[in-house]
Structures are given as C-alpha cells and as structure tokens.
C-alpha cells in the first residue's frame, strides 16, 4: 500500500488536470466569425437551386428585387420559455432566447440566445420547399403583418402564419407556438392553383459555427456538433470535422438530426410516416450544415392542397423533457463512455432534488448515498489501515535492519504481510473505485443544465460554475490534509514528501471546478473522515 498509493493520486492527478483543461476550454473566448452562409439541398431526383454564398444570396424567382433579411419585416413571439423572431425573409426562425437560461457573465445577466446568425458562434434553422417549380426557400420573402405577440402560461396554443405566391402556386406557412413547449411545429400549405400537378420537398436544416479548438489535453465526452437518430440505427454522432470526409447520408423513416451545444440543443424532426434522407455539407467559412430532406415528394394536383410537416426542438438538454419529444433524443445528454454510470447519478440526483428543492442539498445526499453504498469495501480499506498503523514500529525495525538491502527488505516486509494477513493494497481499494464515480458525476455536473445557475447557498448562485470565493476548493484541501494525517505514515521519505504536496496540487485543481463538483469532493472527505475514525476507533479497541 505504502508504494501503490502515490502512484494513485498521482493518476488521479493527471485525471484533474485532463479535466481542468477542458474546463478552460468550455470558458475560452472564441473569436467573432463572419455571418452564416446558407445552403439550398437538392430535392432527390431534382437540380437543387443554386446555393447562396455569404456575400452573394441566392435571388429566388419573383416578380422584383428582394430586400435582404435585415430589412425584412419580422414577427416576435413570445411564451414563458422562450422568445422567437421570425423574420419574412425564409420565414425562418432567426433568433431565439431561452427564457430562464442567462448569458456568460462576460456578456451581462441577458437571456441566452441558441439561435443566433451572428457573433462568437454562429446558429441557425432554415427551412423551406424544393421543387420542379419555383417553392418558397430560406431565402424567398413573404408576407406577414409582422407585430409582437404573447402566449399566457394557461393560454392556448398561437399560430402565426407566412403567405407566399408565385404564379398559380401559394404556400402558407405555419409556426405553432405552445405555452410549456420548447417544440414548434411548421406547417407548409401549398395550394395549386394551376392545370398540372406538382412535386413538393421540404427540407430542415441547421447551420452551426466551428467550436472553439480543444486544448492539449481535451478529452471530454461533453459534445459540441450534429447527431442523428434513426429507429433502425439508433443514435450516432456526426462531427463537424468528419464532415467534408465523411458527409451525412442516411434513409430513414423516422428518427431526427439535431446540432448539440453545451446544454442546449436544437433538433429538426420529421414526420414519423414520412421517408426522409438526412444529409450535412461544408460552407466557406467553415459552416457546418446538417439537416433533412424528405426522400419523396409531395404531390399536389391542380385545384388541391397538400400538406408537409415538420418539428423544430429549440431548447435545453434536459433528458425528462427530450425524451417526451422524440424517441432518443435524450442521448444528446452524452456523458461519454461513462453513460452507463452517469445516467443512473443523474436519475437518483434529479430524483432526490424534487423532494428538497436544492442541487446542492441534493449533491451532498447523494454523496452520502454513495458513501453508504461503497461503506463495506470502504471499512475493509480503513481496517487495513489501521492495522498498517500498529505495524509501523515493527516496519521501521525491519528498515533499520535491512535499509542497506532493499531486496531484503521487501521480501522481510512481504513476509510480515503475510503473518499478519495484511493486503498492500487494500487501503487503495476505496480509491480505485471512487475515482470512476468522480469522473461520471464530474461529467453529469458539466452538461446537466439544471445545475447551470442553480444557487446553492450564500455566495454560491451557481453549482456549474466555480466557487468564486475559493472557500469549497479550500475546505477540500484542509480535508484532504485531514485524511492524510489518518493515514500510515510512509517509510520512503519522498513518499512522503509527495503526499504532502499532493493537498496543494488538488486545491490547485479544484480552484477552476465547478462549485457542485467540490461540493461532492468535500462532503466526500469529510464522510471518509468520519468514517475512518470510527472504523479505527473499533480496531484499536480489540
């Protein structure tokens, strides 16, 4: 135990500053990028229109010139979660704040925007219809009355609709906004008015920015780029920089394709009947599209009305409201290759914050949850520790006699070990396990939204990001020190000098982790402590 348990926090170490290198990576500041390109698919079958470029928009077939989409008139929709600006050029969602979600703090106390064609990181929908003939695109004008409008907490679901003409051919566009929904359904109404049928497309697409670059050590499984789900394929991930490699193609009836950010999520679902070929491409820029297009089309015969469908998601990553949306959808929560621990942490978390009201509360039942849970194994490791304490004078004999013959010494040691039945290793035990269980709930706390400002209490107003007095990392340090001192002391003088260093290295560590993280590691400390002494106290006494 004397030599493997250095090498433990050692490797424990080098897990904290893998971590904390991705935690600077999720708080760098990214670089301003220019305003999205967009991209027209092409309908199966059919040649796609040409795409417009950042600096030259595609003009649509209508009767005069178009002005572009920052003169366009819009329309504002607003609901108790969020709050939608739909602009008449595409009809297209073009801004979108989360009501209830701020900003980082370089940006002041605004609500956070998912949808946004410009800054630090470019996010857009566009959606529209393909065809033989001229349809409505992202880049076609229609008419709205434009205005504000709210949706009452009680009230009833507001449609808002877009009108667009060519010829003998009109579209009504439809957006449905419902009070408690993150989910907007769109509804295109095409109407031929002309003597021959009609092949209708429509397509869902999301535009998205390249991240900010990883560092050295990025190793976090929180993601940042496009998915998909398919009944037959289940989920997979599609990276934005896999994309122009590996582009997106996939048939499927059902399922979705969605952009995940770091809490946030934006996904285009399909209708459930309907076949549809989900795609990505890759812009000047780079700008990174993925989407869907359905796989056949609509047809609308002369003096008839045809029907398309689709779904928007625009919203936190919160798996009980995403699993309600779409079968799958909650995988965009990924929590890595540790999924199969973290889930449970999170169920049991969320589960236990419903009966107390506080993350943080809830943060330090669960520890001791798990405290209760891994106590026989953790008993074991504190017995042998305190056996290891009682044999410390005769190990410092046995140095004293063979300090000059380090093989001897070792094969002495091993033979008292087995007189008295000791395991080396069982104080490490406890670790081993525990540092798994760090890892999962370290990456539940990353990308659990709830948690992001969550206050905890007195200076602590949110449990994702750090403790901006340092108190927790602190108190986390003083404990581990604590521990230590429990602890046999170690025969090897470097030993024991790299054990000493060790509080300060992880202080350091936790310094830039988020507050709910130290929570869990001090409440943990604290318990190992406790339980240590009592566990100890019964040695001694037999």
Known sequence: MNNYRPVLYVLLAVILFAIWTDWQHWHTRAPHPAPAASALPAAPGLNAPTAPTATEPATPAVAKPLPTRAHAPSVVVKTGLLTATISARGADITHLILQGYFADKSQGKRPYALLRPAGKTVFSNQNGLLGQVTLPNHTSLYQTSGGNYTVPVHGKPLAIHFRWQNGAISVVKTYTFAPGRYTVPVRYAVHNAGTKPIAVYLYNQFL???????????????????????????????????????????????????????????????????????????????????????????????????????????????????????????????????????????????????????????????????????????????????????????????????????????????????????????????????????????????????????????????????????????LMGISMLAQQMLNPAMMDPTQRKVMMVMPVIFTGFFLFFPAGLVLYWVTNNVLSILQQQWVMARVNKA
Not at 265 to 285: C, K
Not at 310 to 323: D, E, N, R
Not at 434 to 451: G, T
Request: charged share 15%.
């Open 208 to 474: 998205h920015s390249p991240p900010p670059k990883s560092h050295l050590f990025h190793s976090a499984p929180i993601y940042i780029g496009a998915s998909y789900y398919t009944p037959q394929a289940k989920y997979h991930k599609a990276p934005f920089p896999q994309m122009a490699k590996h582009p997106l193609h996939v048939t499927a009836t059902g399922g979705w394709v969605a952009v995940s950010q770091h809490y946030f999520l934006g996904a285009a679902i399909p209708s459930a009947t309907m076949p549809a070929i989900f795609y990505s491409s890759v812009l000047a820029g780079p700008r990174y599209v993925v989407g869907y297009k359905t796989a056949r089309p609509l047809m609308v015969a002369p003096g008839q009305t045809g029907v398309l469908r689709t779904k928007l998601f625009l919203g936190p990553k919160k798996p009980s409201i995403l699993k309600a949306v779409a079968p799958g959808l909650d995988l965009t929560v990924d929590y890595g290759w540790l999924t199969v621990l973290a889930q449970p942490l999170y169920w049991v978390l969320a589960h236990i914050e419903k009966l107390v009201g506080n993350w943080g509360i809830s943060i330090i039942l669960l520890t001791v949850l798990i405290k209760v849970i891994f106590f026989p194994l953790s008993a074991a490791s504190f017995k042998s520790m305190a056996k290891m304490r009682k044999l410390q004078p005769r190990m410092a004999a046995l140095k004293e006699r063979h300090g000059a013959d380090k093989g001897a010494l070792q094969q002495a040691m091993m033979e008292l070990y087995k007189t008295e039945k000791m395991n080396p290793l069982g104080g490490c035990l406890p670790m081993i396990v525990q540092i798994p269980v760090f890892i999962a709930l370290y990456w539940v706390l990353l990308d659990s939204v709830a948690l992001r400002d969550a206050p905890f209490i007195l200076w602590i107003h949110n449990l994702a990001a750090p403790d901006p007095y340092f108190v927790l990392p602190i």
